[in-house]
């Protein structure tokens, strides 16, 4: 089984950045891709970014130019660095990773993110 482990998350003021990372862990062949998605009270889990293990990105588009995804494939971890951080950035933000030869989708605990003065 995989485990995903988040950290990162915590309490800004707008403008200001925080980076969150992931850190996959148990039995798998490589990755395939890892990713972040966000949920806020009200609304559908949305796309803030996806990375595949060869370095290809995919952003949502409220997070474009602010927000930067990165993966170290050795450490089986992906980082988000979010910067210029605004109010409705606030949610609490999951990991996901996909594995090659695995049929199963992994999702990590979350963890939030609060931007408010």
């Known amino acids: 089984h995989v485990h995903l482990v988040e950290s990162g998350g915590g309490l800004v003021q707008p403008g200001e950045s925080l980076r969150l990372s992931c850190a996959a862990s148990?039995?798998?062949?490589?990755?395939?891709?890892m990713g972040w998605y966000r949920q806020t009270p009200g609304k559908q889990r949305e796309l803030v970014a996806t990375i595949t293990s060869g370095g290809s990105t995919d952003y949502g588009d409220s997070v474009k130019g602010r927000f930067t995804i990165s993966i170290d494939n050795a450490k089986n971890t992906v980082f988000l660095q979010m910067n210029s951080l605004k109010s409705e950035d606030t949610g609490v933000y999951y990991c996901?990773?996909?594995?090659?030869?695995?049929?199963?989708?992994?999702w990590g605990q979350g963890t939030q993110v609060t931007v408010s003065s």
């Open positions: 996901n990773a996909d594995f090659w030869f695995d049929a199963e989708e992994y």
């Open positions: 148990g039995i798998f062949i490589s990755i395939n891709y």
